[in-house]
C-alpha cells in the first residue's frame, strides 16, 4: 500500500511558476522500487499523464509540457516535485500525484493515487 500526499497548487496568472509535492508514505526501500508520476485532470476532460520519474531518475513528459514542466525526486524524503513553469490556461486542472512499479502516460487500474491538488491559471 502507497499512500501519497501532493501540495503546491494554487493559482497563478499565465506566466507563472509553480511547484507540486509528493510526499509517498512508504519504506524507502519501496519507495525505490516504483516510479512515481504526475496526471492532471481538467473540467471534462479525461484524466492524462503529464511527466513521470523511473527509479533510475529516467523521464518522460508529454508533449505540451515539454521545456515548461520539470519532474524530479528526493529520494531521501520520498517525494517528488513538478516545476510548472511558463503556465498558460490550457494547464488549469486538478493535477494528480501517481505511482506503480509500472507506470505509463496512461491510466491504469493498479496505480496508488494522490487526493489531488488544483492548478488555475487564469489572468
Known amino acids: 500500500q502507497v499512500q501519497l500526499a501532493e501540495s503546491g497548487g494554487g493559482s497563478v496568472q499565465p506566466g507563472g511558476s509553480l511547484r507540486l509535492s509528493c510526499a509517498a508514505q512508504?519504506?524507502?526501500?519501496?519507495?525505490?522500487?516504483?516510479?512515481m508520476g504526475w496526471f492532471r485532470q481538467a473540467p471534462g476532460k479525461e484524466r492524462e499523464g503529464v511527466a513521470i520519474i523511473y527509479p533510475d531518475g529516467a523521464t518522460i513528459y508529454a508533449d505540451s509540457v515539454k521545456g515548461r514542466f520539470t519532474i524530479s525526486q528526493d529520494n531521501a524524503k520520498n517525494t517528488v516535485f513538478l516545476q510548472m513553469n511558463s503556465l498558460q490556461p490550457e494547464d488549469t486542472a486538478m493535477y494528480y500525484c501517481a505511482a506503480a512499479r509500472i507506470l505509463i502516460m496512461e491510466v491504469q487500474d493498479y496505480y496508488y493515487w494522490g487526493q489531488g491538488t488544483q492548478v488555475t491559471v487564469s489572468s
Open positions: 512508504v519504506s524507502p526501500d519501496t519507495y525505490l522500487q516504483y516510479s
